[in-house]
């Protein structure tokens, strides 16, 4: 971690920091010429980093005319079912529009209590349960309540984007733990075991991950967990926004559920991914009730409570049965049709390495056999960023740098999209690819 004032070597600040530190601009303040100050922004905020998909992004959209547009921000293809829709607009005719309880409803939260239960093994009372807007602001509240400065949050890499940067608003310290594609991607316990001190704090496990798609086996999981009581400092934050989102024989596990974990345990959840409600943004809680009442007061300071109309449409998503009904088991098999099409599309391609997805809509492949690859009209390919960059110049597809999640050999690919259109992306990538050099040997 480099001080907020300090620029590291070599490298220019994000974007979002710039001009934040106080130079000096050129022109005209009040009172005539000369030149003024730009107050600076707070520490905490000037620590956090932009996110690197967005920046990319914002390249995509800025004239380069991307046709084909993997999906990149874990938005899902489709729309909310016409039930949640219909819920919605219920909701603002009967005139649900006013304030809720900061927490949530309470028909809402006993459904979400009976939904851990049946689906989930997790007995909760609803004053154990916290509804926020989507479950980045349950993170981040979980986060801010949990931990204080100069912690340690341990977060297995390639991360979702906004959990080292969550660490750091709670100004606590992000300790990044590698793992490798030949390991699908999951944590040992071994590389846990190594890097916990008296700082560590909090471990973020997500499963099914983005961005790799992996699950954890309940087994995997027992030894993680063998660990974690060895630390009685040491609580978890699990990540199941993508739970339904998974693919046989692979099972999902909620992590309290384990032997002596529901008590150091933080699960959060939401409806974006199997509901399709990426926007209408809902998301849930479900902790010991001393967490649960910490990260209600963070909520009511900051926004209160989640949207009544949204409340409704989560309620109404939540009815229609285990693990979200026909609706999402149709959607499921349509995802592991792309899935699958990709993957043995990729492995046509020689030099890339491949870790087949278990779970949510994301494919995390290894390219780092092209880097160093000259391109002529283009330039080297560098690392993940410049593979983006040449594909999206190239074959007008936009793909997500694997550096935004911690790991720059890969880069990531969402499948949330019209099975078509991958056909015509997939095309498009291997005239690409074929411009580029031999690839190194794969081990």
């Known amino acids: 971690f480099h001080p907020p004032h300090q620029a590291l070597p070599g490298r220019r600040l994000p974007l979002l920091l710039q001009g934040v530190h106080g130079e000096v601009q050129d022109g005209g303040g009040e ?36 046709r084909h547009w993997t999906r990149r921000w874990g938005a899902r293809l489709r729309h909310a079912g016409g039930d949640r829709r219909e819920a919605g607009i219920n909701a603002i005719r009967d005139g649900s529009t006013r304030y809720t309880p900061n927490a949530g409803t309470m028909e809402l939260r006993k459904a979400i209590c009976n939904k851990l239960q049946e689906e989930n093994g997790l007995t909760y009372s609803p004053d154990q349960v916290l509804v926020s807007n989507g479950a980045k602001q349950c993170i981040t509240q979980a986060v801010l309540a949990v931990c204080s400065p100069g912690d340690e949050v341990l977060i297995p890499a390639p991360f979702w984007v906004s959990y080292p940067e969550m660490a750091r608003l709670a100004g606590a310290t992000p300790v990044i733990l590698p793992t490798s594609i030949s390991d699908n991607f ?19 496990l997500c499963s099914p991950s983005n961005p790799t798609g992996s699950v954890y086996p309940k087994e995997l999981l027992e030894e993680i967990a063998a660990i974690v009581k060895k630390y009685p400092r040491l609580l978890v934050l699990s990540d199941e926004i993508y739970e339904h989102i998974i693919y046989h024989p692979a099972k999902h596990t909620s992590f309290a559920a384990l032997p002596g974990m529901y008590d150091r345990t933080l699960t959060v959840n939401g409806f974006s991914k199997a509901f399709a409600m990426t926007g209408w943004r809902l998301g849930y809680l479900a902790a010991p009730k001393h967490f649960v009442s910490a990260c209600g007061k963070i909520q009511s300071q900051y926004t209160s409570g989640a949207s009544s109309i949204s409340q409704k449409a989560g309620l109404a998503a939540l009815n229609l049965g285990y693990a979200g ?28 390495k491949i870790s087949e997805p278990q779970g949510a809509f994301y494919l995390f492949l290894d390219f780092s056999s092209y880097y160093g690859s000259e391109v002529e009209g283009f330039g080297t390919i560098k690392d993940s960023e410049t593979l983006c960059m040449f594909l999206l110049e190239k074959a007008q597809v936009a793909l997500v740098p694997g550096d935004a999640f911690g790991d720059d050999k890969g880069v990531r690919i969402s499948y949330a999209a019209a099975l078509s259109t991958l056909q015509s992306a997939m095309e498009k990538i291997k005239d690409a690819m074929s411009l580029l050099k031999a690839p190194a040997a794969v081990q």
């Open 31 to 66: 009172g005539g010429g000369g030149g003024h100050v730009h107050q600076p922004a707070g520490e905490r905020a000037a620590a956090v980093q932009d996110h690197g998909h967005h920046r990319h992004g914002q390249r995509a959209a800025a004239g380069r005319g991307a």
């Open 186 to 204: 999951l944590l040992k316990p071994e590389s846990l075991a190594s890097v916990i001190t008296e700082k560590s704090r909090l471990l973020i």
């Open 325 to 352: 009904g026909e609706a999402v088991s149709t959607m499921v098999k349509a995802f592991q049709e792309r899935r699958d099409y990709l993957v043995r599309s990729f492995r046509e391609l020689p030099g890339v």
